[in-house]
């Protein structure tokens, strides 16, 4: 099994996912009647972060998978951490970016 597609779908979520909180907090979207979009994609976001990380597991090459798999596990932190930091303020965004490095780490090791 390929991992490299999984890390990108989970990166590919993980930027979809801050794209449309960024464009609804900048008020380019409004989602009024569709919160539960966000909610939703954040939870692919996760899902996906963590079948990308099992997959070291099962994947080939089984070396480059692991270290891709150590780069992105460190976002479970933030990801955990962000439905309890509040929408207002600067907080959650900085928490939710606080992810990002370990997402692009990953994908481009898985990559390489």
Known sequence: MDARPLFTAATVSY??????GASVALKILDTGRYRWLHHAVYIVTCFSA????????VATPRRSARRSAALLAPAALPLAVIPF???RGSRHILIALSAAPFFVASVIRAWR
């Open 50 to 57: 963590a079948v990308a990380v099992g997959s070291a597991l």
């Open 15 to 20: 930027l979809a996912n801050c794209m449309l």
């Open 85 to 87: 930091a509040g929408t």
